[in-house]
């Protein structure tokens, strides 16, 4: 039976690995194989691989058998190749021994440089380099290395006593050190570690090339790299590789270096050489920030004011292997890559290459770029740019370089950062608004009374509520930033302060909210503005010629269509008339008419709500041009348009004429235990008939005045909201068909509009075939539909679905993306039997998963005919559909 192959060599041109085999070889181990074979310059090295740490923990931190002999050899190889021995006095080859799992894990498992010196082959180094002072350098860089990742003696223990040896001798900089010095340092590291373990510093070569490579099987269960990893949903089973590999060395002097770069700008996307180098330094101090590091072209040295001469000019035969190297790998990788290198005495070496992250901006820009270049084709380009990514275009953000003073932080529950005074009261910040305040509405939470308080302010922060409660699900929709369930903020309403660890701020007192990370800060932070650039349109033109799904908006205001216009929203999918309901011109009729005792009582405030409401359709349909709009009839209980505090009692009172001891009693009379599960939705239709027959009244005539205007033939498309059965749309649909003959009857025009039901409760779900005997379009209303899937109120989770996050019972909110296995099972039925009841029936999705791209993969793979999300969420959604589309194709 032939060995198990547990090692893999690369270099000298030619390697046993490829950039495919990145389970088996981790991502650095995969690249180092890749460049070697196109013939890039790599050191000679091996990868053992992830299949041994797998096999390491299986059996008891045991080796597999042969991994030692073939370790051994591969290191001969090494050596031959670079004509030096392994522990060999006169001509030592030193090595790295480099962890690389699978996904890239920065900063998570540790390397250890310059293995392979000890008391003799440093002396070795020294003779043959002809250069003392780095024979030393580099065997007091290794012991401290070693120490820190392998026998645990940390690294302060080193600092300390070279910071003390500088001050003795007073010396500024590391470089003034000579090798004297260093005999010296080493002196005094090896009596530290003999006092911390009890045993000397291990001079067997052999002992510790083990004790490198135990290091880094070791630390893929460390509990950093648990924590990671879950952050980051890594499986542990991937394991990680280690990477051997002869040492190349920045540090022989002033033709020597080593630098990190990336292709091109992975904050602009601009086509240059990016990044930093430091001479005469090894690995990571360029990023250790132990000298300033210096530009590597000349023209980002002038832009940066630096006054050290770039590498273009320092090192230009180096620099230009360097440009070259990166052509190539471009044309091999087609994309950009981020890279670690080293110049040995003027010889280029590569240490490192993987694709580089980049913000949005530059994300858009080298996929269309690369696409003029020839790299890529239009569909790759779409695949390369995360669309969730692009929420960084669409909000104005904090400046990366401004000073902030964190004070909490809450859930990143609406993108964008604003600045503003605090206020804690939804009039004020109306009232301040117009004074020309910017303010941060701040809440323990908020109900739809605040909409106009939420539209007035730039931000809003509370104290309760997860991602999709009110005040998350409401900024999103109006693209106000807002940080949620800022849970250690203490509010006090009466004194008008908000409290956290200590601090108190005031009503208005500036603040600064960050809605893409969740951090509320003291003061004002500087922001910068968004700007969409030509790349963004291009990219979005490409993804549109590729999608299959629609993509339309949640918007109830003129101001949101026509935002959701401008981001290319192709019509709307959901328009909430209950947030019509609120503003202050018709509030008091619509409380009039709830607070009324009977129907006729309800019918005369309604008919002056009417004229309003049909005003604010008729905006809407001109505003979507004919393109479909689909209305839900009104949804929420009613006593959340009524008054809370006495305060507003005594107002409402005055407002409508009833005294304050009626309205306390109808309150109480309304008062639910349980109000998302009460009188709600289509309910309210089946008790007041009247309220619906108004609305469909409101659109029908709204349809036909913005036919007229626009020339455009209007099909309005009225939605029921929480339908269990069957029976509720027939009843509701047959006073809607009835106001439409009535309508159509009065204004001598025949009226075309389709009526349909939101599927946002289980049963309706399963009855999906019964209810599409009536109705003619389904809307799947997620976010209720998962909060009664799982029965899990949506306003109450954030308490406890951290939690399950952190205990990793659920990989995702469900809230924020969409429950394949049991909601989306239901989504599946509920599309299959309303099909095959009524073919062709058309199918989208309104919750707040319509906008998030996983989601919107599976509503791709359910064939759902659109998707509908919050206006600042449609690019992202037209790039998302445009993706799952091309996803399903391969
Ligand atoms: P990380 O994954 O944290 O970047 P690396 O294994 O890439 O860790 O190594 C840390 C530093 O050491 C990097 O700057 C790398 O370029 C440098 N380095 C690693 N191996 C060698 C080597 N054989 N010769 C010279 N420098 C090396
Ligand atoms: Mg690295
Ligand atoms: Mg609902």
């Known amino acids: 039976m032939a060995e198990n192959k547990w ?197 067997d070569v052999t002992e510790q090339l083990w004790g490198a490579i135990d290091a880094v099987f070791g630390s893929w ?45 992975p904050a602009t996307g601009e086509k240059a050489v ?61 994309e950009m890559q981020d890279v670690e290198f080293t110049v040995q005495e003027g010889k280029l070496w590569m240490l490192q290459t993987r694709s580089g992250k980049r913000t949005a901006k530059a994300a858009l820009k080298i996929a269309v770029e690369m696409v003029g270049e020839g ?9 390369r740019v995360e669309p969730g990514a692009l929420d960084q275009l669409l909000h104005p953000t904090l400046d990366p370089e401004a000073d902030r003073e964190i004070l909490t ?30 303010v941060i509405l701040v809440r323990v939470e908020t109900s739809p009374e605040d909409i106009n308080g939420m539209h007035s302010a730039v931000g809003i922060l509370t104290s309760r509520g997860g991602m999709t409660s009110h005040a998350a699900v409401v900024a999103r929709g109006m693209g106000r930033p807002c940080v949620s369930g800022a849970g250690a903020l203490r509010i006090d309403y009466q004194a008008e302060t908000l409290t956290v660890a200590g601090e108190t701020v005031k009503k208005g007192e500036i603040i600064t909210i960050d809605g893409g990370t969740g951090e509320v800060m003291k003061g004002r932070v500087p922001t910068l503005q968004p700007e969409l650039s030509g790349d963004f349109a291009t990219l979005m033109e490409w993804a549109d010629t590729h999608r299959r799904m629609k993509v339309r908006t949640n918007a109830e205001t003129p101001t949101d269509a026509k935002t959701a216009r401008k981001f290319g929203a192709e019509g709307i999918g959901l328009c909430r008339t209950e947030h019509m309901f609120f503003e202050a011109n018709r509030i008091t009729h619509v409380r009039q008419m709830i607070l009324a005792k009977d129907e006729a009582g309800r019918r005369e405030p309604l008919s002056k709500i009417l004229p309003v409401q049909r005003d604010d359709f008729r905006q809407l ?67 007041f008939p009247e309220i619906y027959e108004m609305q469909a009244r409101a659109i029908f005539e709204g349809a036909l005045e913005a036919g007229k205007a626009t020339g455009e033939h209007v099909i309005p498309e009225i939605m029921v909201p929480l339908v269990a059965m069957k029976a509720e749309l027939d009843f509701l649909k047959a006073r809607i068909v009835a106001v439409a003959e009535e309508v159509s009857k009065e204004h001598g025009a025949e009226i075309e509009y389709h009526v349909g039901t939101m599927i946002e409760l289980p049963r309706a779900a399963l009855m999906a075939g019964e209810i599409a005997e009536t109705a003619e379009f389904f809307s799947f209303g997620t976010n209720d539909l998962t909060q009664t899937t799982f029965g899990i109120s949506r306003d109450d989770a954030a308490t406890f679905i951290n939690d399950y996050l952190q205990k990793n019972l659920i990989a995702q909110d469900p809230f924020v ?13 509920a599309a299959e039997r309303g099909r095959a009841t009524r073919d062709g029936i058309k199918l989208g999705i309104c919750g707040e998963h319509g906008g998030d791209p996983s989601s919107i993969y599976f509503c791709e793979d359910v064939g759902l005919d659109y998707v509908s999300c919050s206006p600042y969420r449609v690019p992202i959604a037209r790039l998302a559909a445009a993706q799952a589309a091309l996803a399903k194709e391969t």
């Open 221 to 265: 269960r460390n509990r950093r790299a648990d924590t990671y990893r879950r952050l980051h949903n890594i499986p542990e089973s991937w394991g990680t590789a280690v990477n051997v590999q002869a040492m190349v060395f920045g540090n022989m002097g002033d033709s020597s270096a080593t630098g990190v770069a990336f292709t091109r700008n």
């Open 274 to 334: 990016y990044g930093e180098f430091l001479v005469n330094a090894q690995g990571e101090d360029v990023v250790a920030g132990i000298r300033t590091p210096q530009s590597l072209s000349k023209a980002a040295r002038i832009a940066g004011g630096d006054k050290k001469p770039s590498m273009e000019e320092e090192m230009p035969d180096a620099y230009a292997e360097l440009v070259d190297v990166f052509g190539k790998l471009e044309a091999h990788y087609r």
């Open 409 to 438: 932080k809450g859930l990143p529950a609406s993108p964008g950062a604003a600045s503003g005074e605090v206020v804690f009261n939804s009039d004020e910040a109306a009232k301040l608004k117009q004074d020309g305040h910017d």
């Open 621 to 687: 349909f001109e505003i979507m041009h004919g393109l479909p709009v689909t209305i839900r009839l009104l949804d929420p209980p009613l006593h959340e348009f009524l008054p809370k505090t006495d305060e507003e009692i005594a107002e409402v009172a005055e407002d409508t004429g009833m005294p304050a001891a009626d309205l306390r009693r109808r309150l109480m009379e309304l008062a639910e235990a349980n109000p998302m599960l009460g009188h709600r939705g289509c309910r309210l239709g089946i008790t």
């Open 7 to 203: 090692v893999y060599s690369f270099g000298d041109g030619k390697a046993e690995g490829t950039a495919e085999m990145k389970n088996l070889l981790g991502g650095k181990g995969a690249n180092l194989a890749e460049m070697s074979n196109i013939g890039l310059p790599v050191p000679p090295g091996f990868t053992i691989t992830t299949e041994v740490c797998t096999a390491f923990y299986e059996n008891d931190r045991q080796y597999p058998d042969g991994l030692t002999a073939q370790v051994e050899a591969a290191l001969d190889a090494i050596g031959k190749s670079v004509g030096m021995n392994f522990g060999e006095k006169e001509n030592p080859l030193l090595v790295s021994v480099r962890s690389g799992a699978r996904a890239s894990m920065p900063g998570m498992m540790d390397t250890v440089l310059n293995l392979g010196l000890n008391d003799e082959t440093v002396e070795g180094l020294a003779k043959r380099s002809g250069d003392e002072r780095f024979a030393y350098d580099s065997y007091r860089r290794f012991i401290q290395m070693y120490c820190d990742v392998v026998l645990g003696v940390e690294h302060y223990n080193f600092e300390e006593i070279l910071e003390y040896y500088k001050e003795e001798q007073e010396y500024d900089l590391d470089t003034e050190l000579t090798a004297d010095d260093w005999k010296d340092v080493i002196a005094r590291y090896k009596a530290r570690v003999d006092e911390e373990l009890g045993k000397p510093f291990p001079q």
């Open 817 to 829: 993306s969409l429950d394949r296995d049991g909601v989306g099972e239901l989504v599946k039925i």
């Open 375 to 383: 790299l890529i084709d239009e569909r790759m380009a779409i695949t």
